[in-house]
C-alpha cells in the first residue's frame, strides 16, 4: 500500500463549481499533512497546510481526520487559473515529507 | 522564504555517463534535499544533502549510483551515474525544515530535466 494515495483525476470541472479532492496516508505517527500545488512543467509549491480543526483560506478549506487517516481539499468557485496538479503531502516525522502521486484538475470556461 | 537556482534546467545525456546539477540557495540552510519526479509520478525523496558530511540516502537510493556533495551551507551537487534511459526524469532540490511537527514548506528549485537516449 502507498503511503499517501489520491485520485489521479483528472476532474474536469466548469468555471465557478466547487470541486473536493481526497487523500488517505498509511502512516498513523504521521505529523503534520500539507496540500502542495505544482503547475505543469514546474516545481511544487505549497497551497497550504492542513490542522485537525479545518482550515480556510479563501476559497481554499482543507480538513483532517486522523481517525480515518484522510485528509481533504475544497476549491470553491473554481477559476481557470486553479488548473494544476494537488499534492497531498504527509509529515510521517521521520524528518521527510512524503508526496501523494497528485489530482489533476482541469477548470473549464 | 529560499530562492534556488538550479542547473542545468534540462540535459539529453548518453548512456553510461554521468550528469551533475547544481543547486545553490540565496540564504544558508540547514537541509537540503534531492528529490526525483519520474513522468506521471509524484516525488520520491533520493538523498538528505547534509552540510560536512555523507548524505543520507532513502530505501532504493545509492552514493554509487546517487553521489552528493554538500560543502557548504548554500550549495550542494547531485551527480546522476552510468546513466540509463530509466533515469530520465526531472531532479528537483529543495530546501526547509522538515525535522518538527507542523513543519512541511519545502522550496523547490525550478528542475533539472534528464533525458537519457
Known amino acids: 500500500r502507498k503511503e499517501v494515495e489520491q485520485d489521479p483525476g483528472p476532474f474536469n470541472v466548469p468555471e465557478g463549481a466547487t470541486v473536493a479532492f481526497n487523500c488517505t496516508y498509511s502512516?498513523?505517527?504521521?505529523?503534520?499533512f500539507f496540500w502542495y500545488r505544482q503547475d505543469c512543467r514546474k516545481e511544487p509549491k505549497l497551497l497550504m497546510s492542513?490542522?485537525?480543526s479545518g482550515n480556510e483560506d479563501g476559497r481554499f478549506t482543507a480538513q483532517l481526520n486522523r481517525a480515518s487517516q484522510y485528509i481533504s481539499l475544497l476549491i470553491r468557485d473554481s477559476k481557470l487559473s486553479d488548473s494544476a496538479t494537488y499534492l497531498c503531502v504527509v509529515n510521517t516525522g521521520f524528518q521527510k515529507l512524503v508526496f501523494g502521486t497528485g489530482t489533476r484538475l482541469l477548470v473549464s470556461p | 522564504s529560499a530562492v534556488i537556482s538550479q542547473k542545468p534546467s534540462r540535459d539529453i545525456c548518453q548512456r553510461g555517463t554521468s550528469l551533475t546539477i547544481q543547486c545553490q540557495v540565496d540564504s544558508q540552510v540547514t537541509m537540503m534535499f534531492w528529490y526525483r519526479q519520474q513522468p506521471g509520478q509524484s516525488l520520491t525523496l533520493i538523498a538528505t544533502a547534509n552540510q560536512g558530511s555523507e548524505a543520507t540516502y532513502e530505501s532504493g537510493f545509492v552514493i554509487d549510483k546517487f553521489p552528493i556533495s554538500r560543502p557548504n551551507l548554500t550549495f550542494s551537487t547531485l551527480t546522476v551515474s552510468n546513466l540509463s534511459p530509466e533515469d530520465s526524469s526531472i531532479y528537483l532540490c529543495s530546501v526547509g525544515e522538515v525535522g518538527t511537527a507542523n513543519t512541511g514548506e519545502l522550496f523547490f528549485g525550478e528542475g533539472s530535466r534528464l533525458t537519457v537516449l
Open positions: 502512516n498513523s505517527a504521521s505529523q503534520s
Open positions: 492542513v490542522y485537525s
